[in-house]
């Protein structure tokens, strides 16, 4: 296994332990931090290991962090959605 798989698998194991932990904001700082850490581990798995890897990663990593994507999705959609007419 290579490092960064196995930097990828610590993530998962952190994320885990994280989400049994309680939390008054519901996650949100643990999930900004698992971001911003799980970013540079996502370039490096698809790197060394290529991008079939790097996508099962991320699928990984995206069923973990599940509802932060779902609020971006939602706000893309009400960013980029039809305007209502200036009347």
Known sequence: MSLSLLAAC???LAATVVAMLPSRDHHW???Y???AC???ILGWVTFENGPWI???VFA???SI???P???LWRWLRRAGGPKEPAE
Do not use: S, T
Request: charged fraction near 10%; glycine fraction near 12%; avoid cysteine.
């Open 10 to 12: 610590l993530w998962a």
């Open 29 to 31: 700082r643990a999930a």
């Open 33 to 35: 931090v698992l971001i």
């Open 38 to 40: 799980g970013i540079p």
């Open 54 to 56: 790097g996508l099962l």
């Open 60 to 62: 990984a990593g995206a």
């Open 65 to 67: 962090l599940r509802w």
């Open 69 to 71: 994507l779902i609020f």
